[in-house]
């Protein structure tokens, strides 16, 4: 049996969990510079709040309804998830976290002392909650496909508190019956669309297709996903979640810059951020791109990339940053204000299969690169970094609603008054 564990609305409950005032009120959380509401809560939900739309054309309606509003606390959030995974994962075999407010649970052996799948969820529910503060979805099924299916139910369909399972035919077709077949796992709106040109309506429409005329219609994957609904596990670990091909990290100015200093600090905080992530999955790159732009919507539009080869591939902050300082020259125009920039690894391996150069040694420092990741892992990303990312701050993300960093800044912990 697999289970998929998310959290409700996570950024706008997690934005809650530290603020008692705000619980019982609607919120909304923005995307990066406050552009677009990313995350509303189900109290926000009642007033038909759309996600994903400019928050400028809808702030005198979230006024009008007293809808609080903040900006995104990353920081806040990464360190919520990890106390939410870590408590999920106590309930399990093996436990396999998919992203920032969900996860994957495997049973084998659990499965065998366990009786009552509803009230397991629901165990599982009042620990998170107990111990995080966060409202959470459990859904179960005998394949990731089918767990994930009833994880919807259990947050979205009516009748199910919070907790679905799936152990039958008659609970899968009862929930596959009541998905739209957008709503199934790895089924886009662009597929959808051609599957419902087949008068495919449902994720049960679609569990009722021949899987191998599935395959040659449209791909392996929906052959798959059809095998999965059916209850045949299909997928693992590594297929559900596999390293990346390409890293990128990009992201708009809070203002418009358009001197050289703030643009290259902000290129060598994307550099930190790709190499990183490149650590994180223990791969190294052998090139990156680097890009900076200014809005589409300035009178003078203007945006160059440039790609950088490195000669022995790296995962190394400080080789990054090097490689920026060698092309910002180049990639910067006088009198333009720059909107975006951003830096990617386009071309991955793995750092375990790396075939070293006899004649160019890696400029690599494993030791100083381990050293930077410990310190930032305990105290906070941005603790200890390069020089050339602190030039400036001119270019940082605008979050005029930001809460305080309640778990993650000494400043910032909650103090309660008892006079």
Not at 155 to 170: H, M, S
Not at 343 to 357: H, K, M, N, R, V
């Amino acid at each position: 049996m697999f289970a998929l564990v998310d959290a409700v609305a996570f950024y706008a409950s997690a934005e809650k969990v530290f603020d008692p005032a705000i619980r019982h009120k609607p919120v909304v959380v923005l995307t990066n510079n406050d552009g677009c509401i990313c995350a509303v809560c189900p109290i926000a939900r009642q007033l038909s709040i759309p996600k994903f739309q400019p928050y400028f054309k809808i702030k005198r309606y979230l006024e009008h309804h007293d809808v609080v509003v903040r900006s995104s606390n990353y920081e806040l959030y990464a360190d919520l998830s990890e106390r939410m995974m870590t408590v999920i994962g106590r309930f399990c075999d093996d436990h396999y976290v998919y992203s920032i407010d969900e996860s994957f649970l495997r049973f084998s052996g659990f499965s065998k002392v366990i009786s009552d799948w509803a009230e397991y969820g629901q165990v599982i529910r009042r620990a998170v909650w107990r111990e995080t503060g966060l409202p959470v979805g459990v859904g179960f099924g005998p394949t990731p496909t089918l767990a994930k299916a009833a994880n919807h139910a259990a947050k979205k369909l009516f009748g199910y508190n919070g907790v679905a399972v799936i152990n039958d035919d008659k609970s899968r077709c009862e929930i596959l019956s009541k998905m739209a077949v957008t709503d199934v796992w790895g089924i886009g709106s662009r597929l959808g669309n051609k599957l419902k040109q087949l008068n495919i309506q449902t994720a049960l429409d679609l569990a009722n297709q021949n899987p191998k005329a599935m395959r040659r219609m449209f791909s392996v994957v929906v052959e798959r996903t059809v095998n999965e609904l059916n209850g045949v596990a299909c997928l693992t670990w590594d297929e559900v979640k596999q390293n990346k091909k390409e890293i990128f990290s990009t992201r708009s100015f809070g203002e418009r810059i358009t001197d050289i200093t703030p643009l290259k600090a902000a290129l060598v905080t994307h550099a930190a951020i790709v190499a990183r992530k490149l650590r994180r999955q223990h791969s190294l790159t052998k090139r990156i791109v680097i890009f900076a732009a200014s809005s589409p919507h300035e009178e003078v539009y203007y945006k160059k990339s440039m790609l950088y080869d490195f000669i022995t591939p790296t995962s190394d902050t400080r080789v990054i940053a090097k490689a920026v300082s060698e092309v910002i020259n180049t990639l910067y125009k006088p009198d333009t204000r720059f909107y975006r920039c951003g830096i990617g690894a386009i071309e991955l391996e793995s750092e375990y299969f790396y075939q070293t150069d006899m004649f160019n040694k890696s400029p690599d420092n494993p030791k100083i690169m381990t050293c930077i990741d410990t310190i930032n892992n305990r105290y906070g990303v941005g603790a200890l970094s390069i020089g050339s990312e602190k030039l400036t701050q001119k270019w940082a993300m605008r979050r005029a609603f930001l809460s305080p960093h309640y778990t993650t800044r000494w400043s910032d912990i909650p103090v309660i008054d008892c006079d």
